[in-house]
């Protein structure tokens, strides 16, 4: 079945510094992936929808300046946390469709801010 | 997006059936019923989905009342590895984004 890959799974980094995730659809072309986040016991947010070669669509009181998406292909979008701080600690997770058969989740990334 | 009512969470016992419901009273005619399920620690997991007709794969069953106003997950045999979080969505158009709510959590007893 479709794979979509995210790296890193885990990620910890200091106060003020941007940190990378990446989000690759292996075996399929993704114009459209949709990015997340997920504090513990709570359900998953859609934060923005990541468009190929255009502007991604942010969920309203998502920041765009803080969470930055580049969808450059049509298999990788990355987002980027801006001057991270300790309340954007979470878990970062993208998502795909390949097919009819549904949409295609990455395993996830725990940033943690410290 | 129209929304989703589910359970807290739910009990069942391994080897037996469990029927997971969802009430989705606003649903257009135009969305598709969708269930995902959440191990801990790990993105969702595609399960099953479906417009009007009941659906079967090989995880589980989805079925559809006729009004479409509600719909039923059914896993046919529970197993330990069936315990997680199970997320009812509608969602229309292939492609459109999927709104979670806090979903079902389904604790399975050996």
Redesign the interface.
């Given at each position: 079945g479709a794979v979509?890959s995210?790296h890193p799974s885990r990620v910890i980094c200091k106060s003020g510094t941007s940190v990378k995730i990446e989000c690759r659809s292996l075996d399929f072309q993704a114009?459209?992936m949709?990015w997340?986040r997920q504090f513990p016991k709570q359900?998953?947010?859609?934060m923005a929808?990541s468009n190929e070669g255009s502007k991604a669509t942010y969920e309203q009181g998502v920041e765009k300046d803080k969470f930055l998406i580049n969808h450059a292909s049509l298999t990788l979008s990355t987002l980027t946390v801006t001057s991270a701080h300790p309340e954007d600690s979470s878990?970062y997770?993208c998502?795909a469709?390949a097919s009819?058969?549904?949409?295609?989740?990455?395993?996830?990334t725990?940033l943690t801010v410290v | 997006d129209a929304k989703t009512t589910q359970p807290n969470s739910m009990e069942s016992n391994e080897e037996e059936p469990v029927h997971l419901p969802c009430n989705h009273s606003t649903i257009s005619g135009t969305d598709y019923i969708h269930w995902y399920r959440q191990l801990p620690s790990q993105g969702p997991e595609y399960v099953i989905h479906g417009l009007t007709s009941n659906v079967n794969n090989r995880m589980a069953s989805l079925a559809i009342a006729e009004d479409r106003k509600s719909s039923t997950l059914i896993l046919h045999r529970a197993t330990l590895r069936d315990a997680a979080v199970y997320y009812c969505i509608l969602s229309s158009g292939y492609g459109n984004k999927l709104v979670f709510g806090a979903g079902t959590i389904l604790r399975v007893k050996s």
């Open positions: 979509v995210q114009t459209t949709f997340y359900s998953l947010m859609l929808t878990f997770i998502s469709r009819l058969d549904g949409y295609t989740f990455g395993s996830g725990r | -």
